[in-house]
């Protein structure tokens, strides 16, 4: 393998509330509904060739609210909608666990198990890799790999998760109005981590 393929950057995209919108444990692909703009922010990650990953919790398996093939129906759709907009996902990986259920795991974000597993099946570098999402656990793992973090607020954020992403505000970290602004910053620094 080459040390190019070993090395490469990807955007770590949180699904609910970032690319579709928050149906809170959507069991039906019916139920899906892309949030205006994200299709062509990840297209515009696709033209970069810059890998687009999605993480997800879905403790919903866990906790009995859907069940894995409903959940599998609904990613199904999220990426047939992306691909009729001109987009796609490389890869997608979930959490289906849930603390009082599982027990802890090492994969609920903001726990790093997903983004080894992405890490390890498709040669990403995580220090040059954004992580972007509307919770302050989508962007967190920035900080614990050395990343680039962006905060997405939507209508499901807490303004608790927004006054921690202000806190944390540097070169590192930032905050977006959107999922286009989010991956144009994420996609700055991508380039400026490969200098």
């Known amino acids: 393998m080459s040390a190019a393929l070993q090395t490469r950057p990807a955007l770590f995209i949180d699904r609910d509330g970032t690319i579709i919108a928050d149906a809170h444990y959507p069991s039906l692909a019916s139920q899906v509904r892309l949030i205006p703009g994200a299709a062509a922010a990840i297209a515009r990650a696709n033209?970069?060739?810059?890998?687009?990953?999605?993480?997800?919790?879905?403790?919903?398996?866990?906790?009995?609210?859907?069940?894995?093939?409903?959940?599998?129906?609904?990613?199904?759709?999220?990426?047939?909608?992306?691909?009729?907009?001109?987009?796609?996902?490389?890869?997608?990986?979930?959490?289906?666990?849930?603390?009082d259920v599982n027990g802890p795991c090492d994969c609920r974000k903001p726990g790093l198990g997903m983004y080894r597993d992405a890490s390890a099946q498709f040669d990403i570098d995580l220090t040059r890799s954004a992580y972007i999402g509307d919770r302050w656990r989508d962007v967190q793992p920035a900080i614990a790999t050395g990343g680039f973090g962006v905060l997405v607020p939507g209508v499901e954020t807490s303004e608790s998760d927004v006054e921690k992403a202000r806190t944390h505000v540097s070169e590192r970290l930032r905050i977006a109005a959107s999922l286009g602004d989010a991956v144009e910053m994420s996609l700055d620094a991508v380039r400026a981590s490969h200098v």
């Open 47 to 99: 033209s970069t060739g810059v890998l687009v990953i999605v993480v997800t919790n879905q403790s919903g398996i866990a906790r009995g609210m859907i069940t894995l093939a409903q959940y599998e129906s609904v990613r199904m759709r999220m990426d047939t909608l992306l691909v009729a907009a001109g987009a796609r996902v490389d890869g997608t990986f979930h959490c289906p666990h849930w603390p």
